[in-house]
């Protein structure tokens, strides 16, 4: 059995099997195999519910008892990217593939696949794919390898190739991420109508996820249809909690659109979700000072000052690409 769990950026599969009894030798005792399998049950159930380092110990207790079984290694590894070990779990997954001769061939390319998206979270793109081309020549009949492959290329400002991966991704599985993603490139390409088209495709099959709804408002914004953007905005900001980059995008329209007390109203909102924004005190400055406050544009400035040693800027934090909130 196979559980699909999206991560922020690329999708983790966790291989379950039914037991691992079957896979035990007979040099281990009844009792040790039982107690392997407990241990990779309850790492498969702390995996499932988010609770990574409580995955990674049963895993390892599993791991323990019977250090031969590929899969365990996979999901450890899994596991390991989550909190962001990444050499860790590309060792892990190393060991899998020399574990992992007798695999049906779907799994083995699913360990390349996580080796490749740990190699892309690593920033190693020319291994990440050689990994995904490893990954598609076993199984090409899966659409999350195209997607990565497709991300990656997207880093690499391969648009071309970008497409091509998310067009096939699409054609097997039409997922609202890889419309996302897709949508991101045309979105790099500044061929905004594009792009809206698949944002809005994104929305349509995933409509709780705010992100889309923040990205085709910047394409909106792009286009100077600053009234969609607008209730694009506010509905990437209904569907979470706390976003300050929507507040600061939203705040922008306003400024266009001349309606300055609004703009200084949302850009507040930024700053109070991220009070060591320096970019945020310097855009609520120009709004007070287009309202003619320049004691309070002064001490935004003053402070933009004061914090930009922080060098903090969420939207590297938070990018287009993201579908979390």
């Not at 110990?57 to 791991?63: G, H, L, M, N, V």
């Not at 990994?131 to 690499?156: E, Q």
């Not at 705010?210 to 900001?237: E, S």
């Not at 930024?270 to 007070?288: G, N, Q, T, V």
Request: hydrophobic content about 40%; aromatic content about 14%.
């Amino acid at each position: 059995m196979e559980k699909i769990i999206k991560s922020k950026y690329f999708t983790l599969r966790l291989v379950l099997f039914l037991s691992l009894l079957p896979l035990l030798t007979f040099a281990q005792t009844q009792e040790e195999a039982k107690q392997a399998q407990q241990f990779f049950n309850e790492g498969a159930t702390a995996y499932s519910r988010g609770d990574y380092p409580a995955a990674i110990e049963s895993f390892t207790k599993a791991i323990n008892l019977y250090p031969k079984a590929a899969q365990i290694f996979y999901n450890r590894a899994n596991a390991y990217r989550y909190i962001r070990e990444y050499d860790l779990a590309i060792k892990d997954l190393n060991t899998a593939l020399e574990l992992g001769n007798n695999l049906p061939e779907t799994q083995s390319a699913l360990i390349y696949l996580s080796r490749g998206d740990a190699f892309a979270e690593k920033n190693d793109y020319v291994k990440a794919i050689e990994d995904f081309n490893k990954s598609i020549s076993i199984n090409p009949a899966d659409a999350g390898v195209y997607n990565s492959r497709g991300l990656a290329y997207t880093t690499l400002k391969k648009y071309d190739l970008a497409i091509v991966d998310f067009n096939k991704s699409l054609e097997l599985v039409p997922q609202a991420f890889t419309f996302h993603n897709r949508a991101r490139v045309y979105y790099q390409m500044r061929d905004f109508d594009r792009a809206i088209k698949d944002f809005t495709k994104a929305i349509e099959l995933s409509p709780q996820l705010p992100n889309p709804y923040n990205a085709r408002a910047l394409c909106y914004q792009y286009l100077g249809n600053f009234d969609l953007a607008l209730l694009d905005f506010t509905k990437a900001i209904s569907l979470t909690v706390k976003n300050g980059v929507y507040y600061l995008n939203r705040a922008d329209v306003y400024f266009k659109k001349g309606k300055f007390a609004l703009a200084i109203a949302d850009y507040t909102k930024a700053i109070e979700i991220y009070p060591l924004w320096a970019e945020a005190f310097r855009r609520r400055a120009d709004a007070y000072k287009k309202q003619g406050q320049n004691k309070l544009a002064e001490a935004d400035l003053q402070k933009a000052k004061e914090v930009e040693k922080e060098n903090f800027n969420p939207i590297d934090k938070i990018e287009l690409i993201n579908l979390n909130p």
